[in-house]
């Protein structure tokens, strides 16, 4: 193929991102479950980069997992969407940065359906401000915020206090990349690489030094898909999907589990443990489990952060494996310590340790 | 152990690498005709068991092939081996001996034993 023709191609998988001046909006689950994940985004952003990220305090859900439950209307999420991005214009921003994959889906879906029917922007004008008295612009610059750190990842690897090496043996650490099905599968060209090549987590991975595995169900679902999930019948339904997800990946021996999804990071860490309980089978070595991080804890992990301080004594599955093949220093006496070295109880039969 | 209210249900993708093909292979070493079935379905129309049951020997024959035995182990037994599906196989299938060299592979194999 001539070179035109191949910038063409690739030029639909490319994505373009914003250097600064973020309007941050938060998940519903992340800050719960990965607190660390969000802490880190913000104080390398702000700290580590000196950007400029704003929040506005009176953000609120973006009722996306009322609306692929079927409970909240699409007009209603719309109008959500749309007072967001009213804050984002109140508070002098134009570039949206998003820390959930399913927010992110939500608001490409929306971006996407104003474009081909106008008329539903203007409905959505009109909601919002009878309801609010507000008005929005659309952003002009929308990311997910491992996006940016995409963006970034040659910068974190040029400061890297650790790399994705095995430090014993010297050979790169073997990765299994997950990324949320809302990033890139409905609208690919909103995300880096597209649906066919999504480059996000890998692109990051092997700039740190690690090893992408490449297993048959890579692009399978982490089983989460909202109803499967919140109605309990259903869900044998959704840790079904993870235990094909897992049972494809074992023969490849992945040291962890890297997602951009707060949804598919709390599934694939805690079906574990789920999936170990029921039918008593893991699916890391010598009966362990596999670790699984935020791209955001990665970089922490690379930065040199604390283990501790990045929050992964908050999962179900314990990373210590993974911090001894990194060569990490850790106490593991400052685990269940609070900032201010006060014990809180440690919890019992933890996965890994 | 069904403790939270929900359970794994398995994956109904077919995993040649991981099934046994003991049964397929015994009986097409007997029986090589086994080997010509197209499973267009003629045997199961004109069966008179299959007709009253659930029994299908077109459904037995994918079965096997693919090294799916436990349906087919169970199944089998309700052939009266009258063979009429022989006179309506179209490749010439000894249908009639797949059945009983199956049964044998079956009983051979531990598999459902009869």
Same mark, same amino acid.
Request: one cysteine or more; a neutral charge; proline letters at 5%.
């Given at each position: 193929?001539?070179n035109?023709?191949?910038?063409?191609?690739?030029?639909?998988?490319?994505?373009?991102?914003?250097?600064?001046?973020?309007?941050?909006?938060?998940?519903?689950?992340?800050?719960?479950?990965f607190?660390?994940?969000?802490?880190?985004?913000?104080? %390398?952003?702000?700290? #580590?980069?000196?950007? @400029? +990220?704003? =929040? $506005?305090?009176? &953000? *609120?859900?973006?009722?996306?997992?009322?609306?692929?439950?079927?409970i909240?209307?699409?007009?209603?999420?719309?109008?959500?969407?749309?007072?967001?991005?009213?804050?984002?214009?109140?508070?002098?921003?134009?570039?949206?940065?998003?820390?959930?994959?399913?927010?992110?889906?939500?608001?490409?879906?929306?971006?996407?359906?104003?474009?081909?029917?106008?008329?539903?922007?203007e409905?959505?004008?009109?909601?919002? %401000?009878?309801?609010? #008295?507000?008005?929005? @612009? +659309?952003? =002009? $610059?929308?990311? &997910? *915020?491992s996006?940016?750190?995409?963006?970034?990842?040659?910068?974190?690897?040029?400061?890297?206090?650790?790399?994705?090496?095995?430090?014993?043996?010297?050979?790169?650490?073997?990765?299994?990349?997950?990324?949320?099905?809302?990033?890139?599968?409905?609208?690919?060209?909103?995300?880096?690489?597209?649906?066919?090549?999504?480059?996000?987590?890998?692109?990051?991975?092997?700039?740190?030094?690690?090893?992408?595995?490449?297993?048959?169900?890579?692009?399978?679902?982490?089983?989460?898909?909202?109803?499967?999930?919140?109605?309990?019948?259903?869900?044998?339904?959704?840790?079904?999907?993870?235990?094909?997800?897992?049972?494809?990946?074992e023969?490849?021996?992945?040291?962890?589990?890297?997602?951009?999804?707060?949804?598919?990071?709390?599934?694939?860490?805690?079906?574990?443990?789920?999936?170990?309980?029921?039918?008593?089978?893991?699916?890391?070595?010598?009966?362990?489990?596999?670790?699984?991080?935020?791209?955001?804890?990665?970089?922490?992990?690379?930065?040199?952060?604390?283990?501790?301080?990045?929050?992964?004594?908050?999962?179900?599955?314990?990373?210590?494996?993974l911090?001894?093949?990194?060569?990490v220093?850790?106490?593991?006496?400052?685990?269940?310590?609070?900032?201010?070295?006060?014990?809180?109880?440690?919890?019992?039969?933890?996965?890994?340790? | 152990?069904?403790?939270?209210?929900?359970?794994?249900?398995?994956?109904?993708?077919?995993?040649?690498?991981?099934?046994?093909?003991?049964?397929?292979?015994y009986?097409?070493?007997?029986e090589?005709?086994?080997?010509l079935?197209?499973?267009?379905?003629?045997?199961?129309?004109?069966?008179?068991?299959?007709n009253?049951?659930?029994?299908?020997?077109?459904?037995?024959?994918?079965?096997?092939?693919?090294?799916?035995?436990?349906?087919?182990?169970?199944?089998?037994?309700?052939?009266?081996?009258?063979?009429?599906?022989?006179?309506?196989?179209?490749?010439?299938?000894?249908?009639?001996?797949?059945?009983?060299?199956a049964?044998?592979?079956?009983?051979?194999?531990?598999?459902?034993?009869?």
């Amino acid at each position: 193929m001539e070179n035109e023709g191949k910038k063409r191609v690739w030029s639909e998988y490319q994505k373009e991102i914003a250097d600064d001046h973020f309007f941050y909006v938060r998940s519903c689950i992340r800050q719960s479950f990965f607190p660390g994940s969000e802490q880190f985004f913000l104080d %390398f952003m702000r700290n #580590g980069l000196g950007k @400029d +990220v704003f =929040e $506005n305090p009176s &953000h *609120t859900t973006c009722t996306g997992i009322g609306y692929h439950g079927d409970i909240v209307p699409i007009e209603t999420i719309m109008t959500v969407v749309a007072r967001h991005f009213a804050l984002m214009k109140e508070s002098g921003y134009k570039n949206i940065a998003i820390s959930c994959v399913t927010s992110f889906g939500i608001y490409t879906e929306i971006l996407e359906t104003w474009k081909h029917f106008p008329e539903q922007l203007e409905r959505t004008r009109e909601f919002l %401000f009878k309801a609010t #008295g507000r008005e929005f @612009d +659309v952003p =002009e $610059n929308m990311a &997910h *915020t491992s996006d940016i750190i995409y963006k970034f990842r040659d910068e974190i690897a040029s400061r890297a206090k650790y790399r994705l090496i095995n430090h014993q043996t010297g050979e790169p650490l073997k990765v299994v990349e997950h990324i949320g099905c809302h990033y890139s599968k409905m609208f690919p060209k909103h995300g880096v690489g597209g649906a066919e090549f999504p480059r996000v987590l890998s692109g990051m991975a092997e700039a740190w030094g690690g090893e992408i595995i490449d297993y048959p169900e890579r692009r399978h679902c982490c089983g989460f898909g909202f109803r499967q999930y919140l109605v309990q019948a259903n869900r044998g339904y959704s840790v079904s999907n993870t235990a094909k997800k897992f049972a494809s990946m074992e023969p490849y021996k992945p040291d962890f589990i890297l997602t951009n999804c707060p949804g598919c990071n709390m599934f694939m860490d805690k079906w574990q443990y789920t999936i170990r309980e029921m039918e008593g089978v893991t699916f890391g070595p010598s009966g362990d489990s596999i670790p699984v991080l935020t791209y955001e804890e990665l970089a922490g992990l690379v930065l040199g952060y604390n283990p501790w301080n990045l929050g992964l004594q908050y999962h179900m599955v314990q990373s210590e494996p993974l911090l001894r093949k990194m060569g990490v220093e850790f106490d593991p006496e400052d685990k269940y310590k609070t900032k201010d070295g006060v014990q809180m109880p440690i919890p019992r039969n933890l996965i890994n340790c | 152990m069904n403790r939270f209210g929900y359970s794994l249900s398995k994956a109904r993708v077919i995993d040649y690498d991981a099934n046994n093909h003991a049964v397929a292979e015994y009986i097409a070493e007997k029986e090589p005709s086994f080997r010509l079935c197209i499973a267009c379905g003629g045997c199961a129309a004109t069966c008179t068991t299959g007709n009253f049951t659930e029994f299908s020997l077109r459904e037995i024959n994918i079965l096997i092939h693919r090294g799916e035995n436990r349906k087919p182990g169970s199944d089998i037994r309700k052939c009266m081996l009258c063979g009429k599906c022989i006179l309506v196989c179209p490749r010439g299938v000894n249908t009639r001996n797949v059945v009983i060299t199956a049964r044998e592979a079956f009983k051979k194999f531990g598999i459902n034993a009869l």
